[in-house]
């Protein structure tokens, strides 16, 4: 079995993906989009003080963000996520992946929220299953850090 998204950028569609949700089956996304496409931007509207970015669109459409479709942030996403002259702040996957992630969003001057959650919760989708929506962005929110010596301090939790 496939899910399968339609990717918009300005009200338009760009794209697609489609991800299997058959344990183990292989390739588990195939997408077709142009490279350097952000999930979520139309979404990014002026009554919202800042971005949230994760690396996959399920991970995004639970809390209405962003996503970059993997671990690493392209200059052209990057470019597109600064022009919403937003705070962007970024969730990552508990993997090594993820680890990778962080260390490019500190380089881009970027927020990092690294959640007090439970190490079995691997990601966005999993904490929204578990406790909900509204205590997934809360947490979140609280825990978003802009110091990079505070962020990697808190990756040594997180990535354990």
Same mark, same amino acid.
């Given at each position: 079995?496939?899910? #399968? &998204?339609?990717?918009?950028?300005?009200?338009? !569609? /760009?794209?697609?993906?489609? $991800?299997?949700?058959?344990?183990? +089956?292989?390739?588990?996304?195939?997408?077709?989009?142009?490279?350097?496409?952000?999930?979520?931007?139309?979404?990014?509207?002026?009554?919202?003080?800042?971005?949230?970015?994760?690396?996959?669109?399920?991970?995004?459409?639970?809390?209405?963000?962003?996503?970059?479709?993997?671990?690493?942030?392209?200059?052209?996403?990057? #470019? &597109?996520?600064?022009?919403?002259?937003?705070? !962007? /702040?970024?969730?990552?996957? $508990?993997?090594?992946?993820?680890? +990778?992630?962080?260390?490019?969003?500190?380089?881009?001057?970027?927020?990092?929220?690294?959640?007090?959650?439970?190490?079995?919760?691997?990601?966005?989708?999993?904490?929204?299953?578990?406790?909900?929506?509204?205590?997934?962005?809360?947490?979140?929110?609280?825990?978003?850090?802009?110091?990079?010596?505070?962020?990697?301090?808190?990756?040594?939790?997180?990535?354990?």
């Amino acid at each position: 079995m496939i899910v #399968l &998204l339609f990717l918009y950028y300005e009200g338009r !569609i /760009v794209g697609w993906t489609g $991800r299997s949700v058959v344990p183990d +089956k292989k390739p588990k996304y195939l997408t077709e989009v142009q490279s350097g496409f952000v999930y979520g931007l139309d979404k990014q509207t002026y009554n919202k003080q800042f971005a949230i970015l994760c690396e996959g669109q399920i991970d995004a459409i639970h809390i209405d963000g962003c996503a970059i479709g993997g671990s690493e942030i392209s200059d052209q996403q990057s #470019l &597109l996520l600064n022009r919403l002259q937003k705070d !962007i /702040v970024v969730v990552p996957d $508990r993997d090594k992946a993820g680890s +990778k992630l962080v260390e490019r969003a500190i380089d881009l001057g970027w927020s990092v929220s690294l959640p007090d959650w439970p190490s079995e919760i691997n990601d966005i989708s999993d904490c929204v299953d578990k406790y909900g929506r509204l205590y997934t962005l809360y947490s979140i929110a609280t825990a978003a850090e802009s110091s990079p010596l505070k962020i990697r301090l808190k990756t040594k939790k997180w990535f354990v």
